[in-house]
């Protein structure tokens, strides 16, 4: 199977968990359910497509510090290939409050640099190296778009919650064959993605959640996808991360697209049942035999 390439996003999570979000008065909450974890959409692209026994190596920068370092750890512990460059504004962390219908308000604590001294050659070696290349949206890969760029490989992005005319989103646009997006922000979605395929884009994927996901195809073929029912939600983390994953996973197989929406599908079902990125029992076994319990 090809190798991925993926480019930006680490960072360590404090999880508070909660039976809904408090109203937006002084009040003190006596007791919620606590978690850390390994966060952020590199990571957890990374670890899904580990499990999946997808080829692949992650690059992102975290700082040389507590938590930066338990990163490392636990991404070494999981056999990801991770290279990373150290940040001097340490490693980004993030709140993340959720409540019990998958809902998440996240707050960053920290973030990354903006601009770094990356090691560019190193870089550059693991992206000739690769089949594929996922660029994710921190703003320190904005730097590494000219190189990425430089080498032709096909090139994924996943621009989560994307708002048109977002000047952020821009380069990442420009350098990608593949789009992934949610529909959270997007008034008209249909129009938005079939916006992104005439620049030129290959496909168009947009999840919206509990309403599940479309595709949009370059030659103009839409497909559609019912989320899964019957999955008991423990932590909407890494969902999204999950689907992308498992679409990715069904696409190197040389899978219909229709099949594609259905692998990711399955992989962000099985994500929100942990409280972990991506749930701990993920295999290609278990992927495949799920497809054939739940689509066949």
């Not at 199977?1 to 006596?30: A, C, N, V, Y």
């Not at 996901?213 to 939600?233: I, V």
Request: one cysteine or more.
């Amino acid at each position: 199977m090809k190798h991925i390439f993926i480019i930006g996003g680490t960072t360590f999570d404090h999880i508070i968990s909660l039976p809904e979000f408090p109203e937006p008065i002084p009040q003190t909450i006596h007791q919620a359910g606590f978690n850390e974890a390994t966060g952020s959409t590199g990571a957890g692209k990374a670890l899904c497509l580990k499990k999946l026994g997808v080829s692949n190596s992650l690059y992102s920068v975290l700082g040389n510090d507590s938590y930066g370092h338990r990163i490392i750890d636990h991404l070494e512990r999981e056999s990801v290939d991770f290279v990373y460059d150290f940040d001097p504004q340490g490693t980004e962390r993030h709140v993340n409050l959720m409540d019990a219908q998958g809902g998440r308000i996240s707050i960053f604590v920290t973030q990354s640099s903006e601009n770094l001294d990356f090691n560019f050659a190193r870089i550059e070696e693991h992206i000739q190296k690769s089949d594929v290349v996922v660029l994710n949206i921190l703003s320190y890969c904005k730097q590494l778009v000219p190189i990425v760029k430089k080498y032709k490989k096909p090139v994924w992005t996943d621009l989560h919650d994307y708002s048109e005319n977002n000047p952020y989103h821009v380069p990442f646009i420009e350098a990608a064959d593949y789009i992934f997006l949610s529909s959270d922000n997007l008034n008209d979605f249909r129009s938005a993605m079939k916006g992104l395929i005439g620049m030129g884009k290959e496909l168009v994927v947009c999840t919206h959640g509990k309403e599940g996901a479309t595709a949009l195809t370059k030659d103009g073929q839409w497909f559609e996808e019912p989320a899964l029912r019957n999955f008991s939600l423990i932590d909407a983390n890494g969902a999204g991360d999950n689907f992308f994953s498992g679409f990715l996973y069904g696409f190197l197989k040389n899978e219909p697209i229709a099949n594609c929406l259905k692998y990711g599908t399955l992989c962000g079902a099985y994500c929100i049942t942990s409280p972990q990125l991506v749930f701990e029992n993920l295999s290609a076994d278990l992927l495949e035999d799920g497809f054939l319990k739940y689509y066949r």
